[in-house]
Each structure stands twice: as C-alpha cells, then as structure tokens.
C-alpha cells in the first residue's frame, strides 16, 4: 500500500533498483560527530545507488570532511564563503527560493544541528506555498545529553514538531519526554556508526614522529586521551579533574592528549595551567587523521549519554584503545550491558582509569572485547538500516498530513 502511495504522490519507491533523493543538511562539512553521521550515511546511501545531495552553509578545509564523502555525493554550498552566523542564516531563504524547484523533487530532507534544523523550517514552509508532499523532513537531534540553553531547547522542540520523523542518537530526558507527547511523530533512537574504511593502523614510525611532535617524551609509560571539539556543550573540562587524578597515582610517567580544536581552545590552556599540568597535558589542535593521536593512547576517555558514546569514542574502540567514559545523565545507573563503562563521579572515573594503567591484561582484555562490539554493533551499514525505515515512515506521515 505504502508503494502505491508513494507512486501517486511522486515519491521514489525503498525498492528493486528505483532511486531516492536523499538530501542532508549541516553547518559545513567539518570534524564534528554530527557531521560525520551526515557525511557517513550519504555515502552509504550513494553506494547503495540512490541519489545524495548535502547542503552545507559554507565551503570549509575539504581535508576536514569533504574528501572522505563518496564521490557521488553532491555538495552544495549556500553561501561561496565562510560568513558570520546571521548572514548564514538570512541567506537560507533566498538560496531556497532559487531552488525551490529542485527542493519538491527530493524524497528525504535529512535535517542536522541547529542550521538544518531551520533550514528544515524554512522549506517545509515552501513545501506548504507549493502545494508539495515533497520532501519527507527528518531530524536528528546530535545534542542529547549536552548543554543547551533552556530557550535554544525549546525553540528546537518546536520546530521539530512540525516535520515528519524525529531521531535521537541517544536517550534524554527532555527529548524523550518530547517524544512522548508526540506519539504521531514517527521517532527513534539511532545510535552512531561508523565506516571502517581508513580507519587502519598507524606504523610504529608514525606512532614515535607523532609523540615527539606532540611533545611527549620518550620516557613517557602512560598516555591517556581524547579527541573532540573544544566547545562548550562537549564540556572539555571535565578532563582535567580526571588527569589531575591520575598524574598523582602516576606522576611523570603519565601525559594526556587533548585532541582537537574549537572556541574553548585558548581557555583550556588557562585551565590546564591552573592544574599545574602545562608540562603533561597537550593540546594539539584541529586533528585530521584521528587514528595518529588515538594510535599512541594507551587509554580513551570520552563524555557517554546513557550507553551511547560519540564517534571519536567508536573509532578509538574499533582500532583497539581500551574507552571509559565519564556519564552525562546524572540519574543513569550503569548496567552489566553497558560495554563502555562509565561513571557519573569524576573521582571514580579516574580511579578505574588507573586501574586499567595498572594492569596490562585487564586493558587488553576490554580493548578485545569492545573493538568486537564496534564491529558488530556500530557500523555505518546498521545505522544506514534504522535510518532507511525512519525514512519510510516519514514519507508516510508527510502523505497522511498533505
């Protein structure tokens, strides 16, 4: 029945050979998690031969995100430049009326961060003045667990409201409590996967250039790490408590690498300093090839929402480093399930994280069991699965609500 609709109102069919248009919509294409979703799943679209478009608001470094995007992929850009936040936005609206035509032909618009979220806004309001069930529009909330202002949060809900399928990467309390009052709205958790291509192992040569270019001495037993951006909804101080811990189980012997760049950069180095820990905390910066900073941690630290860890803590997993995480949500209690452990006390973190230090085995042991885990459970094909049915039931709602 649902094909037969689809037919009658112009939508491409989920079956044989026929094509989807399937559009995402980010702020550029750059390191974070959610853009890494986005460019992940248009790929794997692309492979599985649909037609796959991304609309990002400005052209970013295309060693950033951009060359890993399949080569059918279609990027287009709103603005030719990086502008300010408001000259981003107020371009929207005349970039989709030029393009209003090639909107209503798309099957899936696919709405990430703030910036597809209103862009997601604005066409659904062209969709209306033409007269059009096209497109379908999907969001994915990628700020579950983080800090977000109250009124921010508030005017995300209700935008989401009003498209056709809402995903959540992992459980919240406001989202899901959203959800719940919206049993119409086609919704889901979709947990992060990754695509295993490029994610190899770092030669010993490249492991030893890469420390010594952090500025890790050769004496160093221990390196613990992360890699993520310096914002503040990541909250990248909550680190530093962790290491400060273990530098006084390990002294000298421990370093820590922050990898990653962002607006909080030049205040993390304040504060590292006001741990007195300038001389073992490194801050590398923007990192392009994660697996160099992860190929010398001897331990991954990471933020976890629930069960749910990010797609820096997946990749570090996969290429076998041992992850704990510290849990965002105060009231979640860790499970016998839960394959990265993680703690909502920054003093137990640290202590299970010197634990693992302490003893060669118990790691090797974790880093088998969850680089296991990453390839049955976590990979962009999966995720590409739970993304295709949330798609259908989109398109459903759309028809019903036309």
């Known amino acids: 029945m649902l094909s037969i609709r689809w037919r009658r ?43 796959v478009t991304i609309i990002a608001a400005w052209p970013v470094n295309s060693a950033q ?56 806004t604005a066409a659904r309001f062209f969709r209306s003045a033409l007269g059009s069930q096209r497109p379908a529009i999907v969001e994915t909330c990628h700020s579950v667990g983080m800090l977000v202002p109250a009124l921010h949060r508030w005017v995300r809900a209700r935008m989401a409201a009003r498209f056709d399928a ?6 919240d309390d406001y989202w899901c409590a ?22 190899v192992n770092v030669d010993p040569a490249a492991r030893r250039a890469y420390r010594r270019e952090v500025g890790i001495p050769d004496e160093c037993r221990y390196v613990v790490g992360t890699v993520g951006r310096l914002e503040p909804d990541r909250q990248p101080w909550l680190y530093l408590p962790i290491f400060a811990e273990i530098v006084r189980a390990f002294g000298p012997e421990v370093h820590f690498v922050l990898a990653g760049g962002g607006s909080e950069y030049d205040r993390m180095r304040l504060l590292i300093a006001e741990h007195g820990l300038e ?45 704990l995480a510290f849990q965002l949500l105060s009231n979640y209690k860790t499970k016998p399930e839960d394959w990265i ?28 069991r969850q680089a296991a885990r990453v390839r049955s459970h976590h990979t962009v094909e999966s995720m590409a699965r739970l993304y295709d049915a949330l798609y259908r039931a989109a398109v459903e709602r759309s028809l019903v609500r036309a």
């Open 166 to 171: 809402f995903a959540l990467m992992a459980e």
């Open 178 to 199: 959203f959800i719940g009052r919206r049993l119409a709205l086609p919704s889901a958790i979709i947990p992060n996967g990754i695509s295993f291509q490029g994610l």
């Open 279 to 323: 001389k073992q905390v490194h801050l590398p910066g923007l990192v392009l090839e994660p697996r160099l900073p992860l190929s010398i941690m001897d331990l991954y630290l990471t933020l976890n929402v629930g069960a749910v860890t990010g797609i820096a803590g997946l990749e570090a997993a996969y290429l076998g480093v041992p992850v």
């Open 65 to 120: 995100l951009r060359d890993a995007v399949h080569s059918d992929v279609r990027v287009w850009y709103v603005s030719d430049a990086a502008a300010s936040k408001v000259s981003a936005y107020l371009s929207m609206l005349p970039w989709l009326w030029r393009h209003r035509s090639w909107l209503v032909e798309q099957d899936i618009l696919h709405c990430h961060l703030t910036y597809g979220a209103v862009l997601g």
């Open 9 to 51: 109102f112009g939508f491409a069919r989920w079956k044989g050979t026929e094509v989807v248009k399937i559009t995402h919509v980010l702020p550029a294409l750059t390191k974070g998690g959610g853009e890494r979703v986005a460019a992940d799943l248009a790929s794997q679209a692309a492979r599985a031969g649909h037609e």
């Open 341 to 368: 452990w993680s703690g909502t006390n920054l003093s137990e973190v640290a202590m299970r994280a010197i634990e693992l230090l302490r003893i060669p085995a118990d790691r090797q042991a974790l880093a088998e």
